[in-house]
C-alpha cells in the first residue's frame, strides 16, 4: 500500500494510510545537525566491556543525552551531555560471552564502570556517543553504539508471556521495549478506528517489558501502542503508534491490533478441538506439495465466485480443486506446503484492483501491459513481505475485519485433514518487509535497531531482499519461536518450510525442534514430533559474511533433522542453475549429450558432444548421490572409476553434492515456485529447430515425457520428495521466471488440464524483458502447448510414481546406515551408458531387518536417451526381476489408471512410449538384461515368494 499525503502540524509528522486510517509519529526531541549524526561502530557487549575499533587518544568516553541533544561543533561536544570514562583493555573480551557476538570478540574493548542497575536502564534509553579526545580534549572520533549484545546480556528474558494473554477472562498486554521511555495503550472501538477511544499508561516491568491488564469488556477491541524511544538511525527520540508484534488478530489492512481469545468457541469450526491430523510414522514418508493458496481456486469454476482465493475454498470436497489434491492423497501424498498465509504487507485487503487482460496472440505484450496498470494494487502476491508473523493473511478471509481469518484458516487446515493431507506453512523470519519509520515497519520502532543485523556501521543489512532480522539476538529467536508454536498448537500446522533458512543460526533451528517436539497429542493437540521442519539452506548472506559455521545451511546445517532443498538434483536433471542466463541449458532428463539443443543461448553447456558427455556423466554422479537421500556419507563410484563419498562428489566444480546425515534432511524437488515451471524450463531446453533432428523441434509428447522423468527422480528417490503445483498437470506460466506479483493471468492452474497456460503473452517485462527475445518465437508453437489428454496422461503417470512411492518403505528408507548398506547403483563409472541410472534397494541382506514383506528388492532404470537402452548385469542371472505390481495386480506402469477430473470419469493409459519402444519390458531370453524404453522411469522388483505371489494369467 503506498503512503498518501504526509503533512507536518504541531511537531508530528502525520501519514494519510489507505483506507482512512492516520498514523501519528511526533517528533519528542529537536533535531541535530545531520553531519554531526555518526556511523554505529561501537557495541555494548555486557554491563562492563564495550568494543571499538577506535583510533590512538588520550581519553575514551560513554557520553549521554536523555533528549538526544547531543551534537558536535569545532571538534567539541555539544548540547550538555554527561560522559562515563572508560578505560582500555589490553585483553581481548571474554569468550563466554554471547556467542552470537563471537565476531566481535576481536575488536579492542573498554571497561566500563559496573553501574547501578537504574543507571543502565536509563542509558540505554537515551543517545549515546563514544568519544575519544586528545590531550586538549578535542574529539578525535565519536561512533554511535548499537546495544543488541547488552540488551540480550541483560534485558532479554525468554519466559515472559509477550503479546496477548488472558487470565479468568481478563486480557493482559505485554510488550517487550527495554530502551522505551515511555509506553501507552491506545484502545480503538470497531466503528472507529481512527481516534482511539482510550490511551492508558503502561507498566514497566524488571526485563525491559511494558505490561497493562484490562477488563472482559476490552474483548475484540482493536489496540495500538504508542512507543516513545531514542532512534540512532535519526537521532532523535520519536514516538510512534505501532501494532503489537505479538498480535493473534487484527483490523483490515493491518491498521490495528486485536483483543481476541484464541481459545474461544466462536473462533472454532465445529469439532476443531477432536480434530486429529493425519498420522505419520516417520518424516520420511512425507511427499510435499507446493500450492499458492490464492492459486489453488481462483480460476476454478466449481468454486463459488465469493470464495475463490479464499480459505474457504478447501472446504468444498466437490471441487474440482480438492478432489485433485484428494486423489493425490489417495495415491501417496502427504502434505500441502502453503506459500506465506500470515499477515502479508504488499496484498491490499480492501479496495483492490482486478487486470482486464486483452485477447491478444500468445507473443504479445498486451496481456503483461495490462498486468503492470495494477499489479501493485490487485490481491495476487506470493506474500514474501511479513508484517505480523502470528496472524493469517487477511485478504484470504471472507472478511479481513477481525477475527473471520482465524477460524477460516483452521477450517482449511480441518478440511485437508480430513482428505489425509497435513498442511505445511512457508514462514519468513529472515526479514521484514521494511523497517524504520515506515508505515508497514512494526518491529523497529518497538526497539530501534534491535531486531535487525547491522553492519559495522550500524545500518540495517539487505542480503534477503529487505531488512535482514536477526535471529541470533535472543528475542528475535523468541519472537520466531513463540509465533511457530502458536501455529502448531492453536492452528494445527504440521510443517514449517523456512525461507531463506541460512539467515538463521543452527542453534534457531534446535531450540524450535525442541519447543516442537515437545508437544503432544493430549496435551497440545498436536504431535510435535511429527513436525516437519525444512527450508532453503543456500550459503550467503549477511549470518554467512560473519558467523560462517552457525549460519543453518547445506555446509553446517546437518545434523539437526531439519530438511534442505537438493538444488544438485534439481540442477543436474533440469540443467543450468536457478540462474535464468542457464534457461537454456540441458541436463539428464532434458537431452544433455543425448539430443543436443545447439542452442546459441547456452552458457554451461560445452559445445564438443565428448565435452557434453563428461558432463553429464558429472550429472549422473549428482543424481546417484540425491537419489540416495543426499547423504555426505553415500560412496559411489563416480564417472572417473574413483570410489568416493557423497561429500567429496563436485557439484559445479566444487566437493559437495552429498550434505546430509539423515535422509529426511534432502528435499529433493526439480521445480519450486522460484524461477520457471517446469514445463518452461524444459521449452527452454528441449531441442528447437535443431538441423538434423526429426522433428527439428521437440514435441509436446517429447517434453512431457522429459517432465515425467525428471518428477520420477524425487518420487523414486530416497530423502523427501517435493512437487510444485500444476507440475503434475504440465503448469506454464508462459516464460515467467519470476511470478511473484504477476497477478492470477500468468500464475493460473486449470486443474481440468483443459485451459493450458503457456501463450499467455510475453512474460512481465518487470522481470522478462531481456528474455523477450528468447521466448517469443517459441510462445506461439502449438509443440509447446499440451492439450488436456497429454496433460492428464501425465498426471495419471505422477500418480503411478506416487503408489509405488507408497506402497514400499523400501522408497523411504529411514536412516543414513539403511541407505549406505542397502542401496547400489549399476551402469557407474567411466564405462557406463551416458543418460541412463539405475537403483537397485535390496531387501534381502542377513543383517537387516525385512522391510517389505513382497519384495526382495526393487530395481529403477531411468532412460533419459532418445532410445531404448539395453542394460546388462552378470548378477542379475540369479534375480527374477518383473514389472512392479502392486498385489496380484496388472504391472502398474503398464495398466490404465482411473481418474475422476471435476466431474468427469477418465481411464488413462500410460504414456505412449511403452507402444513406441520395442523390445521385452523385464527380462528375456538374456536374464542378465533388461531392455528400458526411451525417456522412461521404469521400475521392476523381485518377489519374496515368485510362486506364491505370481499373478495367474
Given at each position: 500500500?503506498?503512503?498518501g499525503?504526509?503533512?507536518y502540524?504541531?511537531?508530528?509528522?502525520?501519514?494519510g494510510?489507505?483506507?482512512?486510517?492516520v498514523?501519528?509519529?511526533?517528533?519528542?526531541?529537536?533535531?541535530?545537525?545531520?553531519?554531526?549524526?555518526?556511523?554505529?561502530?561501537?557495541?555494548?557487549?555486557?554491563?562492563?566491556?564495550?568494543?571499538?575499533?577506535?583510533?590512538?587518544?588520550?581519553?575514551?568516553?560513554?557520553?549521554?543525552?536523555?533528549?538526544?541533544?547531543?551534537?558536535?561543533?569545532?571538534a567539541?561536544?555539544r548540547?550538555?551531555?554527561?560522559?562515563?570514562?572508560?578505560?582500555?583493555?589490553?585483553?581481548?573480551?571474554?569468550?563466554?560471552?554471547?556467542?552470537?557476538?563471537l565476531?566481535?570478540?576481536?575488536?579492542?574493548?573498554?571497561?566500563?564502570?559496573?553501574?547501578?542497575?537504574?543507571?543502565?536502564?536509563?542509558?540505554?534509553?537515551?543517545?549515546?556517543?563514544?568519544?575519544?579526545?586528545?590531550?586538549?580534549?578535542?574529539?578525535?572520533?565519536?561512533?554511535?553504539?548499537q546495544l543488541?549484545?547488552?540488551?540480550?546480556?541483560?534485558?532479554?528474558?525468554?519466559?515472559?508471556?509477550?503479546?496477548?494473554?488472558?487470565?479468568?477472562?481478563?486480557?493482559?498486554?505485554?510488550?517487550?521495549t527495554p530502551?522505551?521511555?515511555?509506553?501507552?495503550?491506545?484502545?480503538?472501538?470497531?466503528?472507529?478506528?481512527?481516534?482511539?477511544?482510550?490511551?492508558?499508561?503502561?507498566?514497566?516491568?524488571?526485563?525491559?517489558?511494558?505490561?497493562?491488564?484490562?477488563p472482559?469488556?476490552?474483548?475484540?477491541l482493536?489496540?495500538?501502542?504508542?512507543?516513545?524511544?531514542?532512534?540512532?538511525?535519526?537521532?532523535?527520540?520519536?514516538?510512534?503508534?505501532?501494532?503489537?508484534p505479538?498480535?493473534v488478530?487484527?483490523?483490515?489492512?493491518?491498521t490495528h491490533?486485536?483483543?481476541v481469545?484464541?481459545?474461544?468457541?466462536?473462533?472454532?469450526p465445529?469439532?476443531?478441538?477432536?480434530?486429529?491430523?493425519?498420522?505419520?510414522?516417520a518424516?520420511?514418508?512425507?511427499?510435499v506439495?507446493?500450492?499458492?493458496?490464492r492459486?489453488?481456486?481462483?480460476s476454478?469454476?466449481?468454486?463459488?465466485?465469493?470464495l475463490?482465493?479464499?480459505?474457504?475454498?478447501?472446504?468444498?470436497?466437490?471441487s474440482?480443486?480438492?478432489?485433485?489434491?484428494?486423489?493425490?492423497?489417495?495415491?501417496?501424498?502427504?502434505?500441502?506446503h502453503?506459500?506465506?498465509?500470515?499477515?502479508?504487507?504488499?496484498?491490499?485487503?480492501?479496495?483492490?484492483?482486478?487486470?482486464?487482460?486483452?485477447?491478444?496472440?500468445?507473443?504479445?505484450?498486451?496481456?503483461?501491459?495490462?498486468l503492470?496498470?495494477?499489479?501493485?494494487?490487485?490481491?495476487?502476491?506470493?506474500?514474501?513481505?511479513?508484517?505480523?508473523?502470528?496472524?493469517?493473511?487477511?485478504?484470504?478471509?471472507?472478511?479481513?475485519?477481525?477475527?473471520?481469518?482465524?477460524?477460516?484458516?483452521r477450517?482449511?487446515?480441518?478440511?485437508?485433514?480430513?482428505?489425509k493431507?497435513?498442511?505445511?506453512m512457508?514462514v519468513?523470519?529472515?526479514?521484514?518487509?521494511?523497517?524504520?519509520?515506515?508505515?508497514?515497519?512494526?518491529?523497529?520502532?518497538?526497539?530501534?535497531?534491535?531486531?535487525?543485523?547491522l553492519?559495522?556501521?550500524g545500518?540495517?543489512?539487505?542480503?534477503?531482499?529487505?531488512?535482514?532480522t536477526?535471529?541470533?539476538?535472543?528475542?528475535?529467536?523468541?519472537?520466531?519461536?513463540?509465533?511457530?508454536?502458536r501455529?502448531?498448537?492453536?492452528y494445527?500446522?504440521?510443517?514449517?518450510?523456512?525461507?531463506l533458512?541460512?539467515?538463521?543460526?543452527?542453534?534457531?533451528?534446535?531450540?524450535?525442534?525442541?519447543?516442537?517436539?515437545m508437544?503432544?497429542?493430549?496435551?497440545?493437540?498436536?504431535e510435535?514430533?511429527?513436525i516437519?521442519?525444512?527450508g532453503?539452506?543456500?550459503?550467503?548472506?549477511?549470518?554467512?559474511?560473519?558467523?560462517?559455521?552457525?549460519?543453518?545451511?547445506?555446509?553446517?546445517?546437518?545434523?539437526?533433522?531439519?530438511?534442505?532443498?537438493?538444488?544438485?538434483?534439481?540442477?543436474?536433471?533440469?540443467?543450468?542453475?536457478?540462474?535464468?542466463?542457464?534457461?537454456?541449458?540441458?541436463?539428464?532428463?532434458?537431452?544433455?549429450?543425448?539430443?543436443?539443443?545447439?542452442?546459441?543461448?547456452?552458457r554451461?553447456?560445452?559445445?564438443?558432444?565428448?565435452a557434453?558427455?563428461?558432463?553429464?556423466?558429472?550429472?549422473?554422479?549428482?543424481?546417484?548421490?540425491?537419489?540416495?537421500?543426499?547423504?555426505?556419507?553415500?560412496?559411489?563410484?563416480?564417472?572417473?572409476g574413483q570410489?568416493?563419498?557423497?561429500?567429496?562428489?563436485?557439484?559445479?566444480?566444487?566437493p559437495?553434492?552429498?550434505?546430509?546425515?539423515?535422509?529426511q534432511?534432502?528435499?529433493?524437488?526439480?521445480e519450486?515456485?522460484?524461477?520457471y515451471?517446469?514445463?518452461?524450463?524444459?521449452?527452454?531446453?528441449?531441442?528447437?529447430?535443431?538441423?538434423?533432428?526429426?522433428?527439428?523441434?521437440?514435441?509436446?509428447e517429447?517434453?512431457?515425457?522429459?517432465?515425467?522423468?525428471?518428477?520420477?527422480?524425487?518420487?523414486?528417490?530416497?530423502?523427501i520428495?517435493?512437487?510444485?503445483?500444476?507440475?503434475?498437470?504440465?503448469?506454464s506460466?508462459?516464460?515467467?521466471?519470476?511470478?511473484y506479483?504477476?497477478?492470477d493471468?500468468?500464475?493460473?492452474?486449470?486443474?481440468?488440464?483443459i485451459?493450458?497456460?503457456?501463450?499467455?503473452?510475453?512474460?512481465?517485462?518487470?522481470?522478462n524483458?531481456?528474455?523477450?527475445?528468447f521466448?517469443?518465437?517459441?510462445?506461439?508453437?502449438?509443440?509447446?502447448?499440451?492439450?488436456?489428454?497429454?496433460?492428464?496422461?501425465?498426471?495419471?503417470?505422477?500418480?503411478?510414481?506416487?503408489?509405488?512411492?507408497?506402497?514400499?518403505?523400501?522408497?523411504?528408507?529411514?536412516?543414513?546406515a539403511?541407505?549406505?548398506?542397502?542401496?547400489?547403483?549399476?551402469?557407474?563409472?567411466?564405462?557406463?551408458?551416458?543418460?541412463?541410472?539405475?537403483?537397485?534397494?535390496?531387501?534381502?541382506?542377513?543383517?537387516?531387518?525385512?522391510l517389505d514383506?513382497e519384495?526382495?528388492?526393487?530395481?529403477v532404470i531411468?532412460?533419459?536417451?532418445?532410445?531404448?537402452?539395453?542394460?546388462?548385469?552378470?548378477?542379475?542371472?540369479?534375480?527374477?526381476?518383473?514389472?512392479?505390481r502392486?498385489?496380484?495386480?496388472?504391472?502398474?506402469?503398464e495398466?490404465?489408471?482411473?481418474l475422476?477430473?471435476?466431474?468427469?470419469?477418465?481411464?488413462?493409459?500410460?504414456?505412449?512410449?511403452?507402444?513406441?519402444?520395442t523390445?521385452?519390458?523385464?527380462?528375456?531370453?538374456?536374464?542378465?538384461?533388461?531392455?528400458v524404453?526411451?525417456?522412461?522411469?521404469?521400475?521392476?522388483?523381485?518377489?519374496?515368494?515368485?510362486?506364491?505371489?505370481?499373478?495367474?494369467p
Amino acid at each position: 500500500m503506498k503512503l498518501g499525503v504526509k503533512f507536518y502540524l504541531a511537531g508530528i509528522l502525520w501519514v494519510g494510510l489507505g483506507g482512512g486510517s492516520v498514523l501519528s509519529v511526533q517528533v519528542a526531541s529537536a533535531s541535530v545537525p545531520a553531519h554531526t549524526r555518526p556511523q554505529a561502530q561501537a557495541h555494548w557487549l555486557n554491563r562492563t566491556t564495550l568494543v571499538w575499533k577506535a583510533p590512538a587518544a588520550e581519553h575514551y568516553q560513554l557520553c549521554h543525552h536523555p533528549q538526544a541533544q547531543m551534537y558536535l561543533a569545532q571538534a567539541q561536544l555539544r548540547g550538555g551531555a554527561e560522559c562515563i570514562a572508560l578505560k582500555p583493555q589490553d585483553r581481548p573480551p571474554n569468550k563466554a560471552l554471547n556467542p552470537a557476538f563471537l565476531h566481535l570478540h576481536s575488536l579492542p574493548h573498554f571497561e566500563l564502570p559496573d553501574l547501578p542497575e537504574d543507571t543502565l536502564k536509563s542509558l540505554i534509553q537515551q543517545q549515546l556517543w563514544l568519544v575519544a579526545r586528545n590531550k586538549k580534549d578535542q574529539l578525535l572520533a565519536h561512533t554511535s553504539v548499537q546495544l543488541a549484545p547488552l540488551l540480550d546480556a541483560h534485558f532479554s528474558d525468554l519466559n515472559l508471556d509477550l503479546g496477548l494473554s488472558f487470565t479468568s477472562g481478563k486480557p493482559q498486554l505485554q510488550l517487550w521495549t527495554p530502551t522505551a521511555q515511555g509506553v501507552e495503550l491506545e484502545l480503538f472501538q470497531a466503528e472507529n478506528l481512527h481516534t482511539p477511544s482510550q490511551t492508558l499508561p503502561m507498566q514497566r516491568t524488571g526485563r525491559g517489558s511494558w505490561q497493562i491488564q484490562g477488563p472482559e469488556t476490552w474483548k475484540n477491541l482493536y489496540y495500538r501502542y504508542k512507543v516513545q524511544a531514542y532512534r540512532p538511525d535519526t537521532g532523535k527520540v520519536e514516538s510512534h503508534s505501532v501494532t503489537d508484534p505479538y498480535s493473534v488478530s487484527l483490523a483490515a489492512d493491518s491498521t490495528h491490533s486485536q483483543i481476541v481469545d484464541l481459545q474461544d468457541p466462536t473462533h472454532q469450526p465445529p469439532g476443531w478441538q477432536q480434530m486429529q491430523l493425519p498420522p505419520l510414522a516417520a518424516p520420511e514418508d512425507s511427499i510435499v506439495y507446493e500450492l499458492h493458496l490464492r492459486d489453488f481456486s481462483i480460476s476454478d469454476p466449481s468454486v463459488p465466485e465469493a470464495l475463490r482465493g479464499k480459505y474457504a475454498a478447501f472446504a468444498l470436497p466437490t471441487s474440482t480443486g480438492l478432489r485433485h489434491l484428494s486423489q493425490l492423497a489417495q495415491s501417496g501424498l502427504s502434505h500441502i506446503h502453503l506459500l506465506p498465509i500470515f499477515d502479508i504487507a504488499t496484498i491490499p485487503e480492501r479496495f483492490v484492483h482486478t487486470a482486464k487482460i486483452p485477447s491478444a496472440p500468445p507473443d504479445s505484450p498486451r496481456q503483461q501491459d495490462a498486468l503492470a496498470l495494477v499489479r501493485d494494487k490487485d490481491a495476487f502476491n506470493w506474500g514474501y513481505d511479513p508484517l505480523h508473523y502470528g496472524v493469517p493473511e487477511g485478504s484470504y478471509a471472507s472478511d479481513p475485519q477481525g477475527p473471520a481469518r482465524i477460524k477460516e484458516f483452521r477450517q482449511m487446515v480441518q478440511s485437508l485433514a480430513q482428505h489425509k493431507l497435513r498442511t505445511v506453512m512457508d514462514v519468513v523470519y529472515n526479514h521484514t518487509h521494511t523497517a524504520g519509520n515506515g508505515p508497514k515497519s512494526v518491529l523497529d520502532k518497538i526497539v530501534p535497531s534491535y531486531y535487525y543485523r547491522l553492519d559495522a556501521e550500524g545500518q540495517i543489512q539487505q542480503s534477503t531482499c529487505c531488512p535482514d532480522t536477526a535471529t541470533e539476538h535472543r528475542m528475535m529467536e523468541k519472537l520466531m519461536r513463540d509465533t511457530i508454536l502458536r501455529w502448531a498448537k492453536a492452528y494445527k500446522v504440521a510443517g514449517f518450510r523456512f525461507d531463506l533458512m541460512g539467515h538463521h543460526t543452527r542453534e534457531n533451528l534446535k531450540q524450535i525442534r525442541a519447543d516442537l517436539d515437545m508437544l503432544t497429542l493430549e496435551k497440545d493437540g498436536i504431535e510435535g514430533k511429527s513436525i516437519l521442519l525444512y527450508g532453503e539452506g543456500w550459503k550467503f548472506g549477511s549470518l554467512d559474511a560473519i558467523q560462517p559455521e552457525n549460519a543453518m545451511n547445506q555446509v553446517f546445517g546437518s545434523g539437526l533433522g531439519v530438511g534442505m532443498f537438493n538444488d544438485r538434483l534439481r540442477d543436474s536433471a533440469r540443467g543450468g542453475n536457478y540462474d535464468h542466463s542457464t534457461r537454456s541449458d540441458q541436463g539428464f532428463a532434458t537431452g544433455l549429450y543425448t539430443d543436443p539443443n545447439l542452442s546459441p543461448f547456452n552458457r554451461d553447456t560445452p559445445t564438443a558432444p565428448e565435452a557434453q558427455a563428461a558432463l553429464l556423466r558429472n550429472y549422473m554422479d549428482n543424481l546417484q548421490v540425491g537419489l540416495a537421500g543426499g547423504l555426505a556419507d553415500f560412496p559411489i563410484q563416480n564417472a572417473l572409476g574413483q570410489l568416493q563419498k557423497g561429500q567429496a562428489v563436485l557439484y559445479r566444480g566444487n566437493p559437495g553434492a552429498g550434505f546430509a546425515h539423515d535422509p529426511q534432511e534432502t528435499i529433493n524437488y526439480v521445480e519450486a515456485h522460484d524461477n520457471y515451471s517446469l514445463w518452461d524450463q524444459i521449452a527452454a531446453k528441449a531441442p528447437f529447430e535443431v538441423a538434423g533432428r526429426t522433428p527439428a523441434t521437440a514435441t509436446a509428447e517429447e517434453r512431457m515425457q522429459m517432465q515425467a522423468l525428471a518428477l520420477s527422480l524425487p518420487l523414486l528417490g530416497q530423502g523427501i520428495p517435493f512437487l510444485h503445483a500444476g507440475s503434475e498437470l504440465l503448469r506454464s506460466k508462459s516464460g515467467d521466471g519470476d511470478s511473484y506479483d504477476s497477478g492470477d493471468w500468468f500464475n493460473q492452474i486449470d486443474w481440468s488440464g483443459i485451459n493450458h497456460t503457456w501463450g499467455r503473452g510475453l512474460p512481465p517485462a518487470w522481470r522478462n524483458a531481456q528474455e523477450w527475445d528468447f521466448w517469443k518465437p517459441r510462445l506461439p508453437r502449438p509443440e509447446f502447448k499440451p492439450d488436456q489428454t497429454l496433460a492428464l496422461t501425465h498426471l495419471a503417470q505422477i500418480h503411478r510414481y506416487l503408489r509405488i512411492r507408497k506402497s514400499s518403505q523400501l522408497f523411504r528408507l529411514r536412516t543414513a546406515a539403511d541407505i549406505i548398506q542397502r542401496l547400489h547403483f549399476h551402469n557407474t563409472g567411466p564405462q557406463a551408458i551416458p543418460g541412463l541410472l539405475a537403483m537397485e534397494v535390496r531387501d534381502d541382506l542377513p543383517a537387516l531387518d525385512n522391510l517389505d514383506k513382497e519384495r526382495k528388492a526393487i530395481l529403477v532404470i531411468w532412460n533419459a536417451t532418445q532410445t531404448s537402452q539395453r542394460l546388462c548385469s552378470p548378477e542379475w542371472a540369479k534375480r527374477q526381476w518383473e514389472p512392479y505390481r502392486l498385489g496380484n495386480n496388472p504391472p502398474i506402469l503398464e495398466s490404465p489408471l482411473q481418474l475422476q477430473v471435476g466431474e468427469t470419469e477418465w481411464l488413462l493409459s500410460p504414456p505412449a512410449f511403452k507402444q513406441t519402444d520395442t523390445g521385452p519390458w523385464g527380462q528375456g531370453p538374456d536374464p542378465t538384461c533388461l531392455t528400458v524404453p526411451s525417456r522412461a522411469a521404469l521400475v521392476y522388483h523381485e518377489r519374496e515368494d515368485q510362486a506364491k505371489n505370481r499373478r495367474s494369467p
